[in-house]
């Protein structure tokens, strides 16, 4: 079976068919990951089509990566203007676009300092190398439920102890609840190396924090000489509706972890370092031999140009809000988030729903026990929103 793009203007095929694409996935591919029944072949804005012609509504995004939107007319030609001129020189070499960015993401942020790496765990890694440098010590705090990311490092301080159970030894955090400030202050100690949060958890299945707590954890930190650290992997570049999640309470952290939507869909991920900790690192401390290389850069650049010319931001918070109502009416057990970060906890299982949005045209991920996890492209739009909320009220 061969199937065609139908929507697209220019024909997309799969060469292989869909069938014969799984069973050959099974042989070829070491098994780690449970794929929805799909092969995408492309997309554009909000919506992607498989390789038998059928459009979805895509309100994955790559997990809360494609925040401008599959294929952004931007992004594609400063990869197409970067790709003709130079990929890949490494880190012995200055190139431009890796200060630029630099620079950008200062203005951003707040922080001080960049490095920058491929993936949100490599990320993570260089906060907990970073914390070591910095304090002498390697004990961390996290919160229950949260998820940092699969290398060794990164899955010692995510919750699930299904994930890190085969793995032992570990250097394993302490946790405690989530979005509990008493439980926070009594677990860290003058042997804590670092606090880490992600400001609005994603994988656990969208829970935001008080404002509070988040001030409350800079508290205790600064009392105890404990480093902050924000995994801001999945709610930066306006995921929350703001710029960063951290701007949603007003708290610097000491270490920023960046990474998903950062290239606009290409693989890259950063550690900002604010002014106590940026000069810690010593030359030949860490390193990347792809980090912050000329293409990504470049696409991160374009990526965060789209988002302002687009005002994505603002868009974030307003749609965000607006899906948020328009979900309350489908009353299910709760509905959590900030922007276009939104999690429907329907209090069971959501594997169904997941599947008969898909036979409808509409991608969606479930994560956690009960929730399913919105993070559409924020380029999304109002009529595209009430497609999905609709499927979604239909599949229940
Ligand atoms: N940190 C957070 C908050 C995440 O949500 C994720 C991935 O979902 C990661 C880290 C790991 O990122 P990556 O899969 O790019 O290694």
Redesign the pocket.
């Given at each position: 079976m061969m199937g065609k793009c139908e929507a697209a203007q220019v024909e997309v095929f799969s060469m292989i068919g869909k069938d014969e694409l799984i069973k050959r996935e099974s042989e070829a591919i070491i098994q780690t990951y449970t794929r929805q029944d799909v092969v995408l072949v492309r997309g554009s804005g909000a919506v992607v089509w498989d390789c038998d012609g059928k459009e979805y509504l895509d309100f994955v995004a790559g997990?809360?990566v494609n925040n401008v939107g599959h294929c952004h007319p931007m992004v594609v030609e400063a990869i197409k203007r970067q790709a003709e001129t130079l990929i890949h020189t490494s880190n012995l070499y200055y190139t431009e676009n890796q200060v630029l960015l630099a620079e950008e993401l200062k203005k951003l942020t707040g922080m001080k300092r960049a490095f920058f790496c491929n993936?949100?765990?490599?990320?993570?890694e260089a906060a907990l190398k970073l914390t070591r440098r910095a304090t002498g010590k390697s004990k961390v705090v996290a919160a229950e439920r949260?998820?940092?990311?699969?290398?060794l490092g990164?899955l010692g301080i995510t919750y699930k102890a299904v994930y890190r159970e085969p793995f032992r030894p570990l250097d394993e955090a302490t946790f405690v609840p989530y979005n509990d400030p008493e439980a926070l202050k009594a677990a860290v100690t003058k042997e804590t190396g670092a606090v880490i949060l992600?400001p609005v958890q994603?994988?656990a299945g969208v829970y935001v924090p008080d404002p509070d707590y988040l001030r409350a954890a800079r508290q205790i930190c600064d009392d105890s000489g404990a480093l902050l650290i924000f995994?801001?992997?999945?709610?930066g570049f306006g995921r929350t509706g703001r710029w960063f999640g951290k701007d949603n309470s007003g708290v610097m952290p000491d270490i920023m972890?960046l990474?998903?939507a950062l290239a606009g869909g290409l693989?890259m991920?950063a550690m900002l370092a604010a002014e106590s900790v940026s000069e810690v690192f010593q030359r030949g401390d860490h390193a990347s031999t792809f980090g912050g290389g000329a293409l990504v850069s470049a696409a991160a650049l374009a990526t965060i140009e789209a988002m302002k010319c687009e005002r994505l931001v603002e868009r974030s918070a307003e749609l965000g809000a607006y899906m948020r109502s328009e979900l309350k009416k489908l009353q299910p057990r709760e509905v959590r988030g900030l922007g276009l970060m939104i999690g429907l906890d329907l209090g069971a299982d959501c594997k169904q729903v997941v599947q008969m949005a898909r036979e409808r045209g509409v991608l969606l991920n479930n994560t956690g026990d009960h929730t399913i996890r919105l993070v559409p492209p924020l380029v999304v739009t109002k009529e595209q929103i009430d497609r999905v909320v609709k499927v979604i009220g239909e599949s229940l």
């Open positions: 997990i809360a993936s949100g765990a490599e990320g993570v949260c998820f940092h990311g699969r290398t990164a992600e994603g994988e995994d801001e992997v999945q709610t972890t990474a998903k693989p991920g």
